[in-house]
């Protein structure tokens, strides 16, 4: 899978990709991702981005021009399945959608900034929209590493074992039951018994009744 990721401040995308999962992920060659600077897309010396918004009113609005030149090299190179633009308006960011993306080969995340995107470019250029919650960052690039996140670890070979994705809260429709490591006992706060008895079938019973009751307690809506 590939992910081109824009922005006009491609440095705060430096760190989420390049440590741990995601990195790995890279190297192995499972995912790519690529982040493009607005800024060498625009169409003057100054490399400017944004403009002020016709008829008024307050903060700067992103230029349609960079973005389309952006997207148009991009699509020159390859097919996208999705030119996804990150905004708190728009569809909301859940696990199913992730599993979704996570089958596709190439998407583009758009980053907003200052007021948002001309209009044009969300009628013309892209194909979603995705909010990853009911607040508003200051840019679209946090939100845009999240979805990445999500998306890239479902990707078969990323995670060690293959089965951890599977066993995520949310995949079956119910939160992770909990989980211990040693000691066993730790001022006097004790592991549950069942996990250390070794057998297999009373302990997938109990992971289950677990993640249940984790479920009916705090999130009733996912039942
Ligand atoms: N850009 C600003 N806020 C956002 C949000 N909540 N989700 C996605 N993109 C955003």
């Keep these: 899978m590939?992910?081109?990721i824009i922005t006009c401040l491609p440095r705060l995308l430096e760190s989420p990709f390049s440590d741990s999962i995601l990195k790995r992920a890279q190297q192995k060659g499972l995912a790519t991702v690529v982040v493009h600077d607005l800024r060498d897309h625009a169409p003057n010396k100054h490399r400017t981005t944004d403009d002020y918004?016709?008829?008024?009113?307050?903060g700067m609005v992103m230029?349609?021009?960079p973005i389309d030149n952006c997207i148009s090299q991009l699509k020159g190179e390859r097919t996208y399945d999705e030119i996804i633009y990150m905004s708190p308006d728009g569809d909301m960011f859940a696990q199913a959608v992730a599993n979704a993306l996570s089958l596709?080969?190439?998407l583009i995340l758009l980053c907003g900034h200052y007021k948002g995107v001309d209009e044009r470019v969300r009628e013309h250029l892209i194909t979603r929209e995705i909010s990853i919650g009911n607040y508003v960052l200051s840019g679209g690039e946090l939100a845009a590493a999240v979805v990445a996140d999500a998306v890239i670890r479902l990707i078969p070979g990323v995670l060690s074992d293959e089965t951890s994705a599977l066993t995520d809260s949310f995949q079956d429709g119910l939160i992770a039951p909990p989980v211990y490591t040693r000691p066993a006992e730790y001022k006097?706060?004790?592991?549950?018994?069942v996990l250390l008895?070794?057998?297999?079938?009373?302990?997938a019973q109990w992971k289950y009744e677990k993640s249940l009751e984790r479920t009916q307690k705090r999130r009733p809506d996912l039942l």
Excluded: L, Y
């Excluded at 006097?188 to 018994?193: A, F, N, R, T």
């Excluded at 008895?197 to 302990?203: C, F, L, N, T, V």
């Design 2 to 4: 590939r992910i081109d």
């Design 53 to 58: 918004a016709f008829g008024g009113g307050a």
């Design 63 to 65: 230029m349609i021009e």
């Design 104 to 106: 596709k080969e190439n």
């Design 188 to 193: 006097g706060w004790k592991v549950p018994e």
């Design 197 to 203: 008895s070794g057998h297999e079938a009373k302990i």
